[in-house]
């Protein structure tokens, strides 16, 4: 019997499968939106419907896969709020906000940012902030921060907030005051968490504008060759919107979404068992909430994440100050296992050695206790002690990297400013998880990183330098990784990392038809060259999402 014709064929190309049967092929064929031939057999599968594509011999690999962004954040800042390069000053700050802010209703929102963590100091003073309340007009103003853990607020958001000198912190602290006790309206995570709830309040989301802003993400996504990816801390309302999306036909991309168990920094609602209740309901073809989201410590200029040995005292913590987890190890225990019980993964935010210590203890009992299936992601783990790096391969726990907030940058400066300089250059030890079986997967953390240019985390993974060239040096040299190994970070180890090693991540027969067309081989290019490669096209289930030729290409190069 005589298979049906395809309804796409690719020729002349050089074709990367990322599978061991046929690595590298010149032709695929595509029916029904899934690989159904590589080489020769794609060539059999020609008939007189098959639309035929001539490569030219331009270089195809599978889409490129994202383990940890926050997709609609990034839309939304796109499509409705300030958006800056946390390079600037503080001047230039202002006058962005300004201008920005111009253009606005007397009575509205200044929101956006990013702020670069090393301002920290400098915005931290009632004189700062009555810059940035002559900035914003008397308007209220909530601008996040780089790594998006932290605000700036000026003072007419802080008035509808509630906060001033006799208020209390929140448990955890997080509002930054001077001496005489007022807020400067610098709010670390929990202390930016009131403010973020009193705007979504004030100024409510609708349905329809968190599915354009995810749409609008995900059109993002497409121009830098991303046809699949999680969402690293996901809204029941955007779990609905992506529902709707992929119901309507327009959701074009494998989204696994993260439902948040604890949160602090987004303000979201609802949380933990609530947003869980939810899951099947929200599921769809191409969503899979199947995965929740628990922030365990915070970020170290904060001094809030999690480790072992103390921040430097001259920073400005109290002497022996380690920072701290947000749970106990029963609670984190707890979790993890009623989770489990139900097949659900968890991604754990944790930056300090400590809160990574903490996972791969809690997660060695939740194994031993029979749940072998559920996945776990140790998110951002930049310090990692050296006695607990075979332990992720052992326990089948997946670092989930974010190369813009490690190599040379705005943020591993920040880092540096308070943290020994031995421990601050020893960040993300790639090499040594590799060597010893780990799975490293890949992640933006867009829009902390100011684009999604997996090319550009590529090359810092290969180099261990700035790929925008911006920041000279080299972090930790001994860990750079291959630039095999790398791509692969980006896409079968991705896959793998999410669940998603059914559907996508290589080119084999039966798997979704996600592919990206490439400006460059990478593999035929200098290293140096490598940060530079652009998506021509970007293909997702056998149809056309993205074309550079039609589409302004986005930026290619962050600014963090």
Not at 412 to 418: F, G, K, L, N, P
């Amino acid at each position: 019997m005589n298979e049906s014709p395809a309804d796409l064929l690719l020729l002349n190309g050089t074709i990367d499968t990322l599978t061991a049967q046929e690595p590298r092929v010149s032709s695929l064929a595509v029916r029904d939106g899934k690989v159904a031939g590589l080489g020769d057999s794609a060539l059999r599968l020609r008939g007189e419907g098959t639309a035929v594509v001539d490569l030219q011999g331009a270089y195809v690999m599978p889409g490129l896969l994202d383990v940890h962004n926050h997709h609609m954040l990034a839309g939304q800042m796109d499509l409705f709020e300030l958006s800056t390069a946390p390079t600037l000053g503080l001047d230039e700050l202002l006058e962005a906000v300004a201008a920005h802010a111009a253009g606005l209703g007397p009575d509205e929102w200044v929101v956006g940012g990013s702020w670069g963590s090393t301002l920290l100091g400098e915005i931290s003073s009632v004189e700062a902030r009555a810059r940035l309340d002559a900035a914003t007009g008397g308007r209220p103003a909530l601008l996040k921060d780089d790594s998006k853990h932290n605000r700036w607020a000026n003072s007419r958001a802080l008035e509808l907030a509630g906060i001033d000198g006799a208020t209390a912190d929140p448990a955890g602290g997080g509002i930054l005051r001077d001496a005489a006790g007022q807020a400067t309206g610098v709010l670390l995570e929990a202390g930016g968490g009131l403010v973020e709830k009193t705007l979504a309040r004030l100024r409510p989301t609708s349905t329809e504008d968190v599915a354009r802003a995810a749409a609008r993400g995900i059109e993002v996504l497409h121009s830098y060759g991303v046809t699949g990816f999680q969402d690293a801390a996901t809204s029941l309302q955007l779990m609905r919107a992506l529902k709707t999306l992929d119901d309507d036909g327009r959701l074009h991309a494998w989204v696994v979404t993260s439902m948040p168990v604890n949160d602090a920094i987004f303000g979201t609602a609802p949380l933990g068992e609530e947003i869980i209740a939810h899951r099947d309901e929200t599921r769809s073809e191409h969503h899979r909430p199947d995965f929740v989201k628990i922030f365990l410590d915070g970020v170290p200029p904060a001094g809030t994440g999690a480790f072992l040995e103390p921040y430097l005292p001259e920073a400005g913590f109290p002497e022996c100050h380690c920072g701290g987890t947000t749970m106990d190890p029963a609670e984190l225990q707890g979790w993890l296992t009623r989770t489990a019980e139900r097949g659900i993964s968890a991604k754990i935010h944790c930056t300090g050695d400590a809160s990574v210590r903490l996972v791969l203890d809690t997660v060695e009992k939740v194994r031993a206790a029979g749940h072998t299936e559920p996945k776990y992601h140790i998110a951002h783990g930049q310090f990692v002690h050296p006695d607990d790096i075979a332990r992720f391969a052992a326990l089948d726990v997946t670092a989930d990297i974010s190369p813009a907030l490690w190599f040379p940058g705005v943020i591993s400066e920040a880092i540096a400013t308070v943290l020994p300089a031995e421990r601050a250059s020893r960040m993300q030890p790639n090499r040594a998880l590799l060597d010893t079986g780990a799975r490293i997967a890949g992640g933006s953390d867009w829009p902390v990183s100011v684009s999604p240019n997996a090319w550009e985390g590529i090359y810092g993974l290969v180099t261990r330098q700035d790929p925008t060239g911006r920041f000279p040096g080299t972090l930790w040299p001994e860990q750079a990784i291959t630039l095999e190994e790398a791509v692969r970070v980006y896409t079968t180890a991705c896959a793998e990392a999410t669940g998603l090693h059914d559907v996508t991540g290589s080119l084999a027969t039966g798997r979704s038809a996600d592919f990206v067309v490439l400006s460059d081989n990478p593999y035929e290019i200098d290293i140096d060259r490598v940060r530079s490669i652009t998506a021509r096209q970007t293909w997702f289930a056998g149809t056309k999402v993205y074309d550079a030729a039609r589409t302004p290409a986005a930026p290619a190069h962050t600014s963090a």
